[in-house]
């Protein structure tokens, strides 16, 4: 080989070890970088999940999409993203537990139900107070949305939904009587009182 193609050959290879550095500075940094911030991240996700071991899988599916942006991320902005991806695993996740809930349901087949004897004029109003309900049930504000279902739905406790929804006791209270008071208004109480 002669000293002219040694002296092309060398900044090529530098080149190359140079970037092999930069990615291995990078996965140490990303190493620390989870090191440090696991046990904030899983607490963080325990507020917002059922319990211990969801926080775990959150967390740790978290992780697994932040580091598909380790090197294109500057690590000045990981840890805003990481909690940015948390918040929507955890979400995820919730929505999740919800549709997979419906499958803890027995089949009613084969099984005899004692019919409720409507008229079809009683069918047709009570089918109009249903409408009329879901519908001021949807229109309500998202927060107040997710806490009246948890109560009325999932008939979880105050100190249940404030832990889910991580806010306090007070504000549970102060969103299920707002959410009564608005289903109210466009429902009406004696509409209220038969469902």
Not at 23 to 36: K, L, P, Q, Y
Not at 52 to 73: G, I, V
Not at 84 to 97: E, G, Y
Request: charged share 30%; proline share 3%.
């Amino acid at each position: 080989m002669s000293a002219e193609n040694e002296r092309e050959e060398a900044p090529a290879a530098l080149h190359s070890t140079a970037g092999l550095e930069d990615t291995r500075a990078i996965e140490r940094r990303f190493d620390g970088f989870v090191r440090d911030h696991y046990r904030n991240l899983v607490q963080f996700l325990r507020r917002r999940t059922k319990g211990e071991q969801d926080a775990e899988d959150a967390a740790q599916e978290s992780l697994a999409k932040l580091l598909r942006y380790r090197t294109s991320t500057p690590a000045s902005e990981w840890k805003l993203l990481l909690y940015r991806i948390a918040t929507n695993v955890a979400h995820d996740q919730s929505r999740s537990q919800l549709t997979h809930a419906a499958k803890d349901h027995v089949a009613l087949d084969g099984q005899e139900i004692a019919s409720i004897d409507l008229t079809p004029e009683e069918q047709f109003a009570r089918d109009q107070q249903l409408a009329r309900l879901t519908e001021a049930i949807l229109a309500l504000p998202p927060k107040c949305q997710q806490v009246y279902l948890l109560k009325r739905v999932h008939d979880m406790s105050r100190a249940q939904i404030a832990e889910h929804c991580n806010i306090s006791v007070k504000m549970v209270e102060k969103h299920l009587a707002n959410a009564l008071i608005l289903i109210r208004r466009k429902v009406g109480i004696s509409t209220m009182e038969t469902l």
